[in-house]
């Protein structure tokens, strides 16, 4: 399978990057390679994660990556990245705009 970001999941990583460079520079760089690594892997075993409950019909499960989660669809070819959020994001919002 292939992975795909979404333009929103291409700039979820950066924007967290970004926020944890103020502090440490060295470790944001190194924090977007695990997220985008956990990303890939999904590649391997897409459906080994959970559907987000509440939401099953819509098909997205969520990857947990430490304190972020990876919200994501299994398509016939492709996983699609949709977010990449931190814990305590209101996810609800941001999946699942009105």
């Given amino acids: ?5 979404t333009d ?3 700039h979820d990583p950066e924007g967290l990057g970004d926020y944890i460079a ?4 060295k470790r944001a760089l190194s924090f977007v390679q695990e997220l985008r690594m956990a990303c890939l892997a999904l590649a391997d075993f897409p459906e080994r994660f959970p559907l987000v409950p509440r ?8 990857r947990v ?7 994501y669809k299994v398509e016939t070819d492709d996983v699609v ?3 990449i ?9 941001r999946l699942f705009p009105s």
């Fill in 81 to 83: 990245i949709l977010h």
């Fill in 22 to 25: 103020q502090d440490n520079p």
């Fill in 65 to 71: 990556q430490g304190d972020y989660l990876i919200f």
């Fill in 55 to 62: 939401h099953e019909d819509r098909g997205v499960r969520r």
């Fill in 8 to 10: 929103a999941a291409e």
């Fill in 85 to 93: 959020l931190r814990g305590t994001v209101d996810r609800a919002t």
């Fill in 1 to 5: 399978m292939i992975v795909r970001f």
